[in-house]
């Protein structure tokens, strides 16, 4: 059974720093690439950031601004994503994914997905 769960969501105040974690199981991890996207309230989902476990390149959303870095551990079957100077407008609830379609770069073909982790930033 393939699950991917999130933890690490919670609440912060503006400026502050989070690292979401993203457990998965029951797939080759190595041979995936996992995504971070997020969903603010009432707003439609969007990609955050990506890794490809298969070379490690990373790539996140510009609007970012830098403030976002994922990461992953192939011994732990996890991937990361650490946050910073956090915005009150990063408010969401943010998804782990994954997608045997290395190539795309988590824009399409995501397959499998957590349940989904709270980030609330207060101002």
């Known amino acids: 059974e393939v699950q991917l769960v999130e933890s690490g969501g919670g609440s912060v105040q503006t400026g502050g720093s989070l690292r979401l974690s993203c457990a998965a199981s029951?797939?080759?991890?190595?041979?995936?690439?996992l995504g971070w996207f997020r969903q603010a309230p009432g707003k439609e989902r969007e990609r955050v950031s990506c890794i490809n476990n298969l070379d490690g390149r990373t790539e996140s959303e510009d609007s970012l601004e830098g403030r976002f870095t994922i990461s992953s551990d192939p011994a732990k079957n996890t991937v990361y994503l650490q946050m910073n100077s956090l915005k009150p407008e990063d408010t969401a609830v943010y998804y782990c994914?994954?997608?045997?379609?290395?190539?795309?770069?988590?824009?399409?073909?995501?397959?499998?997905w957590g349940n989904g982790a709270l980030v609330n930033v207060s101002s």
């Open positions: 029951g797939f080759s991890f190595g041979d995936y690439a």
């Open positions: 994914a994954a997608t045997a379609k290395w190539y795309s770069r988590c824009m399409y073909g995501m397959e499998y």
